[in-house]
């Protein structure tokens, strides 16, 4: 409002939405790495794979709706039935893409041009994209889909004024159109005379002179020019009786006389300032242009709008036929039924062939799933695949699944991964907590919450005990379906406590000491981690192998979470490096010739002591 006093309309008015209210909060976003993985990339984030968009605003529009999800299940099932049709009609959504391909920025344009700021070339792409776009309505007739007829509205009534601007402006408009020649000839017949005078100016004296000899039958008559006076009519001593009045002397030479007119003054005037007013007569249709198009903005902006939604629509019909989803069935119950579900993205990024898994889950019989498993063994990824999966359910979408029913999630909730935001003050831990603040103040019986590794951050007691509280506030208060993946084996009891727990894990395979992740989610729970395994595999040196699996023997034997006295129970740490032994240091600098069998006997106690 500072700097641009004039009235914005291709802005929509401000909407405010509060953070409460909005399926998906900020952090889940993040979590489910929709726009950027966790490390911050964007080309291996889901939006990556997903967006088949090709215009500006279907990939905002796109955008948009993964980060609002539908909450009614008219708009839901409205968007399927799009889909649907586009699937069914495979010609149709070949020929639509075709025409929305090379649309312009429609809404950008539109904001230049209310501050004045848009060239000629935008315009006219403007121009030619309507013409174009224009031709759906001869390739969707009479849908019965409610968003195509609310789409189609706005090619069936585009106003006349858009279409003047192809009829107005030039194909080759130069780049510094301030010069003129970017308008197209028949637009102004003054425009027409202009050009042809400044084309033609040579013709134009010629006819002049030719008329002005027939007139005073003077054979002799000349139009000449010069820099001093310009252009001049020159005649003959032996004619200049036959000059009439309104030729005013202006040069008298020895055989003639040099004269001009009014009319000739006038012509010379046209043609020297031809080129100016051809500039400034071409500029003056452009912004009549500018004007019309300007007061159509409303309408622009709304039919910019709907090819946004076309193209978006289009977009996951071509998802849903090239990935070979499914379309989901929309349910009004609290349950939940993923059947060989995927997560799209690590599906296209292995190399191995990816396993998919169920997840059915209800409010009644199985509410809270804690998942168990070793590390590597596929925990997150599941919690994503599930998150993602029922996202794109709420938008409308197809979705990576063999079959699938799934409810309407008033809030998706996520605990996964883990991050520092040191600048504000806040550790990992810390950031995990305000989250699961977040979490279980906000949730409901109509919510969705994937938790990984809740607790992690601190110390084992604190850790487990706050998971541990974490599962019995969410199934005592009834909040929604739960997903809760952990390393805290202890959890698993809790499903002979909690009448709506259930245990689930990730299935590995044990082959000559080494293990084969199966990936493949089984009913049960883990009995183990196997870190020191997934240590191994990233290349921890052996030596620190072994003495892991020697500790571990140790503290599995001695149950670490009952024995305060652990320490004394662990043998001598094997060091990664060699270390001094005192003993043998002692040994080595020993006089044997002055010690005793006293003092020899003494020794040896006290090194058998010190071993």
């Given at each position: 409002r500072?700097?641009?006093?004039?009235?914005?309309?291709n802005?929509?008015?401000?909407?405010?939405k509060?953070?409460?209210?909005?399926?998906?909060?900020?952090?889940?976003?993040?979590?489910?790495e929709?726009?950027?993985?966790?490390?911050?990339?964007?080309?291996?984030?889901?939006?990556s794979?997903?967006?088949?968009?090709?215009?500006?605003?279907?990939?905002?529009?796109?955008?948009?709706?993964?980060?609002?999800?539908?909450k009614?299940?008219?708009?839901?099932?409205?968007?399927?039935?799009?889909?649907?049709?586009?699937?069914?009609?495979?010609?149709?959504?070949?020929?639509?893409?075709n025409?929305?391909?090379?649309?312009?920025?429609?809404?950008?344009?539109?904001?230049?041009?209310?501050?004045?700021?848009?060239?000629?070339?935008?315009?006219?792409?403007?121009?030619?994209?309507?013409?174009?776009?224009?031709?759906?309505?001869?390739?969707?007739?009479?849908?019965?889909?409610?968003?195509?007829?609310?789409?189609?509205i706005y090619?069936?009534?585009?106003?006349?004024?858009?279409?003047?601007?192809?009829?107005?402006?030039?194909?080759d408009?130069?780049?510094?159109?301030?010069?003129?020649?970017?308008?197209?000839?028949?637009?102004?017949?003054?425009?027409?005379?202009?050009?042809?005078?400044?084309?033609?100016?040579?013709?134009?004296?010629?006819?002049?002179?030719?008329?002005?000899?027939?007139?005073?039958?003077?054979?002799?008559?000349?139009?000449?020019?010069?820099k001093?006076?310009?252009?001049?009519?020159?005649?003959?001593?032996?004619q200049?009786?036959?000059?009439?009045?309104?030729?005013?002397?202006?040069?008298?030479?020895?055989?003639?006389?040099?004269?001009?007119?009014?009319?000739?003054?006038?012509l010379?005037?046209?043609?020297?300032?031809?080129?100016?007013?051809?500039?400034?007569l071409?500029?003056?249709?452009?912004?009549?242009?500018?004007?019309?198009?300007?007061?159509k903005?409303?309408?622009?902006?709304?039919?910019?709008?709907?090819i946004?939604?076309?193209?978006?629509?289009l977009?996951m019909a071509?998802?849903?036929?090239?990935?070979?989803?499914?379309?989901?069935?929309?349910?009004?119950?609290?349950?939940?039924k993923?059947?060989?579900?995927?997560?799209?993205?690590?599906?296209?990024?292995?190399s191995?062939?990816?396993?998919?898994?169920?997840?059915i889950?209800?409010g009644?019989?199985?509410?809270?799933?804690?998942?168990?498993?070793?590390?590597?063994?596929?925990?997150?990824?599941?919690?994503?695949?599930?998150?993602?999966?029922?996202?794109?359910?709420?938008?409308?979408?197809?979705?990576?699944?063999?079959?699938a029913?799934?409810p309407?999630?008033?809030?998706?909730?996520?605990?996964?991964g883990?991050a520092?935001?040191?600048?504000?003050?806040?550790?990992?831990?810390?950031?995990?907590?305000?989250?699961?603040?977040?979490?279980?103040?906000?949730?409901?019986e109509?919510?969705?919450?994937?938790l990984?590794?809740?607790?992690r951050?601190?110390?084992?007691?604190?850790?487990?005990?706050?998971?541990?509280?974490?599962v019995?506030?969410?199934?005592?208060?009834?909040?929604g379906?739960?997903?809760?993946?952990?390393?805290?084996?202890e959890?698993?009891?809790?499903?002979?406590?909690?009448?709506?727990?259930?245990?689930?894990?990730?299935?590995?395979?044990?082959?000559?000491?080494?293990?084969?992740?199966?990936?493949?989610?089984?009913?049960?729970?883990a009995?183990?981690?196997y870190?020191?395994?997934?240590?191994?595999?990233?290349?921890?040196?052996?030596?620190?192998?072994?003495?892991?699996?020697?500790?571990?023997?140790?503290?599995?034997?001695?149950?670490l979470?009952?024995d305060?006295?652990?320490?004394?129970?662990?043998?001598?740490?094997?060091?990664?490096?060699?270390?001094?032994?005192?003993?043998?240091?002692?040994?080595?600098?020993?006089?044997?010739?002055?010690?005793?069998?006293l003092?020899?006997?003494?020794?040896?106690?006290?090194?058998?002591?010190?071993?």
């Amino acid at each position: 409002r500072e700097t641009i006093k004039n009235e914005l309309k291709n802005l929509a008015e401000i909407e405010i939405k509060q953070q409460e209210n909005e399926v998906l909060p900020p952090s889940t976003i993040r979590n489910l790495e929709i726009f950027k993985t966790m490390e911050g990339e964007k080309g291996e984030a889901f939006f990556s794979f997903f967006d088949r968009t090709i215009t500006p605003m279907g990939k905002r529009n796109l955008k948009d709706w993964l980060t609002h999800p539908l909450k009614e299940k008219d708009e839901i099932l409205k968007r399927q039935e799009v889909l649907s049709f586009f699937l069914k009609n495979k010609n149709i959504m070949k020929n639509l893409t075709n025409i929305l391909r090379n649309t312009p920025d429609i809404p950008k344009i539109l904001g230049k041009l209310e501050i004045g700021r848009e060239h000629p070339r935008e315009i006219l792409s403007l121009g030619q994209a309507v013409v174009k776009l224009k031709e759906i309505v001869k390739i969707i007739i009479n849908p019965e889909e409610e968003i195509l007829k609310e789409i189609l509205i706005y090619f069936k009534e585009i106003p006349e004024e858009i279409f003047e601007i192809n009829k107005t402006l030039k194909e080759d408009i130069p780049y510094l159109y301030k010069d003129g020649g970017f308008i197209k000839d028949g637009v102004s017949n003054q425009l027409d005379d202009l050009r042809k005078l400044k084309d033609n100016s040579s013709e134009a004296i010629f006819e002049f002179e030719k008329k002005e000899r027939e007139r005073l039958k003077i054979p002799t008559l000349k139009i000449k020019y010069n820099k001093v006076f310009g252009y001049f009519i020159e005649v003959s001593k032996g004619q200049i009786d036959k000059v009439p009045n309104d030729y005013i002397r202006k040069q008298t030479l020895v055989n003639a006389e040099r004269y001009y007119t009014i009319e000739i003054k006038e012509l010379e005037e046209k043609i020297m300032s031809a080129e100016e007013k051809i500039i400034e007569l071409e500029l003056k249709i452009y912004e009549s242009l500018r004007e019309k198009i300007k007061e159509k903005i409303k309408f622009l902006t709304a039919f910019s709008s709907a090819i946004g939604k076309l193209d978006a629509l289009l977009s996951m019909a071509k998802v849903a036929e090239e990935e070979n989803f499914c379309l989901p069935l929309i349910s009004g119950k609290n349950e939940l039924k993923i059947i060989d579900g995927w997560h799209p993205v690590v599906a296209k990024l292995v190399s191995l062939p990816f396993t998919p898994n169920d997840c059915i889950l209800d409010g009644e019989k199985s509410q809270i799933m804690i998942i168990t498993g070793p590390n590597m063994g596929g925990k997150s990824t599941y919690l994503r695949q599930v998150g993602l999966i029922c996202l794109l359910s709420q938008i409308g979408s197809y979705v990576p699944a063999k079959e699938a029913v799934i409810p309407i999630f008033d809030h998706i909730f996520t605990r996964v991964g883990s991050a520092d935001f040191l600048h504000r003050g806040e550790s990992t831990f810390m950031v995990e907590m305000i989250e699961m603040a977040r979490i279980l103040r906000g949730a409901t019986e109509k919510s969705l919450i994937l938790l990984d590794e809740v607790g992690r951050g601190t110390s084992t007691f604190d850790g487990l005990s706050i998971a541990w509280a974490t599962v019995e506030f969410l199934h005592e208060g009834r909040c929604g379906l739960v997903l809760f993946a952990t390393h805290y084996h202890e959890l698993t009891n809790l499903k002979n406590e909690l009448e709506r727990a259930i245990n689930m894990t990730f299935a590995v395979k044990e082959y000559k000491d080494k293990i084969i992740f199966l990936h493949k989610l089984i009913e049960g729970a883990a009995d183990r981690s196997y870190g020191i395994e997934v240590a191994r595999l990233a290349g921890i040196p052996q030596k620190a192998i072994e003495r892991a699996k020697e500790i571990l023997f140790i503290l599995e034997k001695a149950d670490l979470l009952k024995d305060k006295n652990i320490k004394k129970t662990l043998p001598k740490q094997l060091f990664l490096f060699d270390e001094e032994n005192p003993v043998l240091e002692e040994l080595k600098n020993l006089d044997v010739e002055k010690l005793t069998p006293l003092d020899a006997l003494n020794l040896i106690a006290k090194w058998k002591k010190e071993i």
